[in-house]
């Protein structure tokens, strides 16, 4: 773990702890969103499973780096301990998946169920798992766009909280296709994170609402 201290958690901005694998660029918007005078969270820290950009920005705007290699334990629940313990040195309100591409595991998940967001770029329940956007091109769709949801333990299966659509054009490609999504997904999961850190989430079965 690497980094200097974060701002401070007030009853005014409380602590998330956003995680990522890529490039960062969900990680950069929710920053922005944190950076802004009336912000009600902070960005504790940053949780990477590899060397990626997201480090590299996290490095940059002076906030904790939580590295944790799967690599490096002798099993996946063994990673899913280390990463457990890690995280929770922050006490973070809430946690983001923002491009985090390893399922979390039985320890994370009973630690933080219920308070982990992911953003998808598809509408789900469609296209599912780590190439929603070509699985979307491929098979045809005309709409498609961007999920925000709880996390659960299955592969982007958690209730629903938002969605945006996305035209698909003719003539799109994954890549471009991806880059319209990610347009509106930044804007969409840094509202709903806004949302939920000020006003909770009401879970009725496959059922969630933000009050």
């Keep these: 773990m690497t980094g200097a201290l974060p701002d401070t958690p007030t009853a005014d901005r409380v602590a998330i702890v956003v995680m990522a694998s890529g490039t960062g660029s969900l990680l950069e918007a929710l920053l922005s969103r944190a950076a802004e005078p009336d912000a009600p969270f902070v960005v504790a820290a940053i949780a990477v499973d590899r060397e990626c950009r997201a ?41 983001v998946t923002a491009g985090f591409m390893k399922i979390l595991g039985p320890q994370f998940l009973r630690r933080f169920g219920g308070r982990i ?13 780590a190439h929603g956007v070509a699985d979307a091109l491929d098979y045809g769709v005309k709409i498609t766009g961007t999920t925000v949801h709880l996390v659960d333990e299955g592969v982007d299966t958690g209730p629903v909280l938002a969605q945006v659509p996305v035209v698909v054009e003719d003539g799109d490609t994954a890549e471009s296709l991806h880059a319209r999504i990610k347009s509106v997904e930044r804007v969409l999961l840094a509202d709903v994170v806004t949302d ?13 609402h933000i009050p």
């Excluded at 967001?117 to 798992?129: C, D, E, I, M």
Aim: proline letters at 7%; aromatic letters at 8%.
């Design 196 to 208: 939920l850190v000020t006003r909770g989430v009401v879970i009725d079965g496959r059922k969630a």
């Design 55 to 95: 480090g590299e920005i996290a490095a940059r705007a002076g906030i904790p780096l939580v590295m944790c290699r799967m690599a490096e334990y002798a099993d996946r629940g063994g990673w899913d301990a280390a990463l457990t313990a890690q995280v929770a040195e922050f006490a973070p309100e809430w946690i």
């Design 117 to 129: 967001v992911n953003s998808h770029p598809a509408l789900l329940p469609a296209f599912p798992g």
